[in-house]
């Protein structure tokens, strides 16, 4: 047998191989592109180094490097502040994938065992909905660890390692197996005694109450007049919170008219704190269950979405 025909079995040496993606990286340009993917999310070299335990001079020097070597600028630099050229952008999006692969490939390999499920939800859905709920999950799945982060961002499995999340949005997600959990009206409401006072009884009376926005849906409330048929009023004034958990709570404590989620005032309802100021409901969208096609095999995953769907099948 020829020396250039290796017996079977046998594995060539790998050394020398730099047609070898992973051998073809240095510890370099590894630590490189991490400080660059990290820089890209923060949109801060001090940040950054923060995050990665070393100096801002050593996260500079690295990115500087990692520009030199690919012969384009990766960044526009501002006093403390940096954000990505178009090439920036187009390596950010490869980089995202990768590092974010690693992550969950490492996670499955670690938790292999412990049934470890993360999960990324939206603040309301998660106050009003599910962490009520998870005392009935957490004893029926004992052997099932839950990790959840809250975020007023849909998760995005391309740069996040969570294994599903709870996302919104007015139609399926795509990319993603997605199960409908329910559909979200938003509805004008009030302290009762600030509805007393200010006479709210009609559309156009809601103009002489502080309209509270939430900052990430900035068109709630035009859209929620225009379904009503009526021009937005002239509010005396605003509040702008980021959160509708955080504008349901202004409104309960009398500070003006916000637009809450339906079916998530149940219980404020019924304690008296709030009130529907008009029967009018905007359909805004639905929350959705979302996970990346490969996490079918996740048992953790599956036992939670089954329960998931059955609490939602339950009449309250």
Do not use: C
Request: charged content about 20%.
């Amino acid at each position: 047998m020829s020396r250039n025909n290796p017996k079977p079995g046998r594995r060539r040496p790998l050394q020398g191989r730099d047609d070898l993606a992973a051998a073809s990286l240095r510890p370099a340009h590894l630590l490189a592109l991490q400080a660059f993917d990290v820089a890209v999310r923060l949109g801060s070299f001090k940040e950054t180094a923060d995050v990665l335990n070393v100096s801002a001079s050593a996260i500079s020097h690295r990115i500087r490097n990692l520009e030199v070597h690919l012969g384009v600028a990766l960044f526009h630099r501002a006093h403390r502040v940096v954000r990505p050229t178009h090439a920036g952008e187009r390596l950010a999006a490869a980089t995202g994938r990768a590092f974010a692969l690693l992550a969950q490939a490492e996670s499955a390999v670690g938790a292999a065992g412990q049934h470890r499920l993360r999960l990324k939800v939206l603040p309301q859905f998660a106050s009003a909905w599910l962490i009520p709920r998870l005392s009935s999950f957490l004893t029926q799945h004992s052997g099932i660890d839950l990790a959840i982060e809250t975020s007023n961002r849909n998760v995005d499995f391309d740069t996040e390692t969570f294994d599903a999340g709870i996302s919104f949005g007015p139609d399926k997600p795509e990319g993603v197996v997605a199960n409908r959990l329910m559909d979200v009206r938003t509805v004008p409401v009030g302290a009762p005694a600030l509805a007393r006072r200010l006479k709210l009884r009609t559309t156009a009376d809601l103009g002489r109450a502080a309209l509270i926005h939430v900052t990430t849906f900035p068109a709630a409330w035009p859209l929620w007049f225009r379904h009503a048929g009526e021009p937005v009023p002239p509010a005396t004034r605003a509040i702008s919170v980021d959160s509708f958990v955080a504008a349901l709570q202004a409104a309960e404590r009398g500070a003006g008219v916000a637009l809450a989620l339906e079916p998530f005032i149940g219980e404020s309802e019924r304690r008296g704190t709030i009130r529907r100021l008009l029967p009018v409901g905007h359909v805004t969208g639905s929350y959705w269950l979302v996970h990346p096609p490969g996490a079918q095999r996740n048992r953790a995953l599956q036992t939670f979405k089954k329960w998931l769907l059955g609490e939602l099948a339950r009449p309250d």
